[in-house]
T-cell receptor, first 114, second 112 residues
Framework: GAGVSQSPRYKVAKRGQDVALRCDPISGHVSLFWYQQALGQGPEFLTYFQNEAQLDKSGLPSDRFFAERPEGSVSTLKIQRTQQEDSAVYLC????????????FGQGTRLTVV | AQSVTQPDIHITVSEGASLELRCNYSYGATPYLFWYVQSPGQGLQLLLKYFSGDTLVQGIKGFEAEFKRSQSSFNLRKPSVHWSDAAEYFCAALSGNTPLVFGKGTRLSVIA
């Protein structure tokens, strides 16, 4: 596609429910990033893939958060047993290669846990 | 620890007035620097970036930024603000193998 696509755009989950957020990066982009943006804050790094390899997951806040990119293209961020503090916008970005290149961001998924 | 600081949470300017948004970074070596803009409900759009060379960089929508090593700053400027510039602006930095680190953002309001 023309840009990074994320789905769903909005998700309301009951506390304790599992959710899965999808990211379709720009075709051919090697690197893929997930960020969490709380209301009124800047994006905070969660995890990074280069192709199918998860090179950095230091930003995942707990073991309830899990990300995968099995074929080096589409990625899924899964949150198990959601908590209210998980409510945020989850942004996905992709870039052509690693290193200091422009990362293109999707519009994000707004997750609200009630 | 590596960090990016945007000292101003909210700035209001009149349409047609000039604008400067501040950004300071704390890194061991000079990082690569970026400015992004985020409109309500939208993703982040890159305005400009600095990797090396000329310390005054031009971006889209009439924005520019100046890298000042002595001040560890990368301030964003625009000579004449338009109402459509109202948005959230994020400064970000990237160094080595570390991920892109964002500041907390500055919300720009534009009044008539």
């Amino acid at each position: 596609g023309a840009g990074v696509s994320q789905s769903p755009r909005y998700k309301v989950a009951k506390r304790g429910q599992d959710v899965a957020l999808r990211c379709d990066p720009i075709s051919g982009h090697v690197s893929l990033f997930w960020y969490q943006q709380a209301l009124g804050q800047g994006p905070e790094f969660l995890t990074y893939f280069q192709n199918e390899a998860q090179l950095d997951k230091s930003g995942l806040p707990s073991d309830r958060f899990f990300a995968e990119r099995p074929e080096g293209s589409v990625s899924t961020l899964k949150i198990q047993r959601t908590q209210q503090e998980d409510s945020a916008v989850y942004l996905c970005a992709s870039s052509l290669v690693g290193g200091p290149t422009e990362a293109f961001f999707g519009q994000g998924t707004r997750l609200t846990v009630v | 620890a590596q960090s990016v600081t945007q000292p101003d949470i909210h700035i209001t300017v009149s349409e047609g007035a000039s604008l400067e948004l501040r950004c300071n970074y704390s890194y061991g070596a000079t990082p690569y620097l970026f400015w992004y803009v985020q409109s309500p409900g939208q993703g982040l759009q890159l305005l400009l970036k600095y990797f090396s060379g000329d310390t005054l960089v031009q971006g889209i929508k009439g924005f520019e930024a100046e890298f000042k090593r002595s001040q560890s700053s990368f301030n964003l400027r625009k000579p004449s603000v338009h109402w459509s510039d109202a948005a959230e602006y994020f400064c970000a930095a990237l160094s080595g193998n570390t991920p892109l680190v964002f500041g907390k953002g500055t919300r720009l309001s534009v009044i008539a």
